[in-house]
């Protein structure tokens, strides 16, 4: 799913996972979810985007933000969510096909010669990733007060950390 306007929105929402893996649909059911607010409480300048997984050509999506928000599950954050700054930083996997949020802002650094915006990791902890699973009854449960978490994101234009935990 993709949500773009026609220039860059100031602030981007990018959820990833494959919904064929129970929780690991978190990061793209929380951008539908969050679609479906826009306009109501989510204002219709973020752009929102999701993909199976984070890849080099990312790094684009970053220019002409003030701040991004990536949303990915869990199995290793505490319940509900963490909410985690990022800064660039080099993987140290062989594969352009695993990224994490880091190595987009990496890319972005190196193609622009310049800092990517500040951006953020949602983590929504998760339980079940098996091929084929139905997400999980808490890690919906998470999903529901990350977006609420998000709601709040969204509204606090002054710092790009604001509204930091659950």
Not at 33 to 54: C, E, K, S, Y
């Amino acid at each position: 799913m993709t949500t773009r306007s026609a220039a860059a929105a100031p602030v981007l929402v990018f959820g990833w996972g494959n919904p064929g893996r129970g929780d690991d649909a978190l990061g793209p059911m929380f951008v539908e979810r969050l679609q479906q607010l826009i306009g109501a409480v989510v204002p219709a300048a973020a752009d929102l985007l999701t993909d199976f997984q984070l890849q080099v050509e990312h790094a684009l999506d970053l220019a002409g933000r003030r701040r991004v928000l990536f949303v990915d599950a869990s199995l290793g954050c505490q319940a509900p969510f963490e909410v985690t700054a990022l800064q660039p930083g080099c993987d140290a996997s062989y594969s352009t096909h695993a990224m994490s949020p880091q190595s987009v802002m990496q890319v972005f650094r190196q193609l622009h010669g310049a800092e990517p915006p500040p951006c953020l990791l949602l983590a929504i902890r998760g339980e079940r990733f098996d091929l084929g699973d139905a997400p999980s009854e808490a890690a919906l449960s998470n999903l529901a007060l990350a977006l609420a978490w998000c709601r709040r994101w969204l509204a606090s234009e002054a710092s790009p950390a604001a509204a930091t935990g659950p």
